[in-house]
């Protein structure tokens, strides 16, 4: 009756595990994408290149190595845009080669194009020559992302005036920069850029920057981006950004002027699900561009999922792998354990930070009684070995019992040492299993047990003097 079984709309990390999981499953499934945008705005303009453009930046300005080489030491005196372009468009090409293999090698046939909704089981398919296709499913999985947010007042030029995007297309590395936002993404590029010796400023019209995350930590982040000549303007607004040959001046509300070679503007992102005609699957998006779902993510329309950034929150490329592979088990009708509450958070700024669970600020809101133990990198071996001397760890501890209320971490390897929290809190351990753990030696890891032993040692004092 239908020509799929499955038919997803998008192949980013969300929609690429749901059209797996749904061929491992024995549908038959097809994936609708753009030719040129296989893998999704995370593998082409995302994630992938902005993670990629971190790992150039640090090895090219030998940034990580200056505290055992001195303030001067670089790998290469003058970075320019092709050189941290080759190592991105080497990855870039490499991950679209690998998911073009998955989805080959499970039969999920691709079909190349824009797809729209024609009625609430056939998607019309445009390729890029403006030839028009349709395709038929039982059930639809729409995970078409997300586009940067562009405030209709800016005169975007990809140049000079950029968003998120745009970045990894600039023709050379500028010599200033104004960062307009200091979320996540804002902030990632803002560090990059200051470690490749522009000077940054961030304006953001909050009171403090990424504000779900634990406060000491985004004080020493601050501390480290000052370092690289990083100027924060909090509780201001861009009113307009005037641009010239040479340049870009951005006035604030406040009347302040702030010129640069470049303005970015990472004012949040816009869902992209109007563009897929959704009235004639009855269904309709919020302001933001994004679709509601239930805990199946199941839209409105009870045979039409919704997977990823383009149901909002947390819009992460790891939540919305696993989204996927849940939807596509509901959709199939093939039982599936829920995805667990708990899960990590990672910032790929310069220095790193990730963490899992409370903070101390949700902790104290809802007085709920916590022991902090923290383990610095620079009491550790290996934190002198690679030269970092400013990263932390800290646990939140549950006086009573023990259990780990949050893991908070800062500093080279961050996103990798939180998974080893996020295993014990998964299984309901306690700081006793990372006092009596051996790690090996000389590891970043070892910073859970000198921080366990830390809180520990704090509550033995505590119980002592009662």
């Known amino acids: 009756m239908y020509d799929f079984d499955v038919l997803v709309l998008g192949s980013g990390p969300g929609g690429q595990k749901a ?27 995302g994630t992938i290149p902005s993670k990629t453009l971190r790992e150039a930046v640090l090895y090219l300005t030998g940034l990580s190595q200056r505290e055992m080489y001195g303030q001067s030491y670089r790998v290469k005196d003058d970075i320019t845009v092709a050189d941290l372009a080759a190592r991105t468009q080497h990855v870039i090409g490499r991950e679209i080669d690998v998911i073009r293999n998955q989805l080959t090698r499970n039969r999920v046939s691709v079909l190349n194009g824009f797809g729209r909704f024609a009625d609430p089981n056939t998607l019309t398919v445009t390729d890029g020559r403006g030839r028009e296709s349709h395709a038929s499913a039982a059930k639809v999985v729409i995970a078409s992302g997300t586009r940067p947010a562009r405030p209709s007042s800016v005169d975007f030029d990809e140049r000079t005036i950029i968003d998120s995007d745009g970045i990894i297309n600039l023709e050379r590395v500028p010599r200033s920069m104004v960062v307009v936002g200091a979320g996540v993404i804002g902030i990632e590029y803002a560090s990059m850029f200051a470690a490749l010796g522009t000077k940054v400023t961030v304006v953001e019209r909050r009171d403090r920057m990424l504000e779900f995350c634990d406060l000491e930590v985004i004080e020493a982040l601050k501390y480290h981006l000052r370092d690289l000549a990083v100027t924060f303007r909090f509780g201001e607004s861009v009113a307009s950004v005037e641009r010239y040959a040479e340049g870009a001046v951005a006035v604030l509300e406040s009347g302040k002027k702030i010129a640069a070679d470049t303005v970015m503007y990472s004012a949040g992102r816009q869902g992209t699900a109007p563009d897929l005609e959704l009235s004639a699957a009855g269904l309709s998006a919020d302001a933001r561009g994004r679709l509601s779902v239930d805990e199946h993510f199941r839209t409105a329309v009870p045979h039409i999922y919704a997977v990823g950034d383009v149901i909002g929150f947390p819009a992460l490329a790891s939540t919305s792998m696993e989204q996927g592979r849940l939807a596509a088990h509901h959709a199939c009708d093939e039982p599936v354990r829920a995805m667990p509450a708990l899960q990590p958070i990672g910032i790929y700024t310069i220095p790193e930070i990730s963490f899992i669970g409370r903070t101390e600020d949700d902790l104290t809101a809802e007085s709920i009684p916590f022991e902090v133990g923290i383990a610095r990198y620079r009491e550790l071996a290996r934190g002198q070995i690679i030269g970092d001397s400013y990263g932390m760890l800290k646990l939140l501890v549950a006086p009573e019992d023990g259990r780990l209320l949050g893991v908070h971490i800062f500093g080279t390897g961050a996103t990798e040492l939180v998974h080893i929290g996020q295993a014990v809190m998964g299984c309901n351990g306690t700081v006793d299993y990372l006092v009596d753990a051996v790690f090996n030696y000389p590891t970043l890891a070892e910073a859970y047990k000198v921080a366990a032993l830390d809180a520990m040692n704090k509550m033995r004092h505590l119980s002592r003097l009662q």
């Open 19 to 45: 059209a797996i999981a749904a061929a491992k499953l024995g549908r038959r499934v097809g994936v609708v994408e753009r030719d040129n945008m296989i893998g999704g705005v995370c593998i082409n303009t």
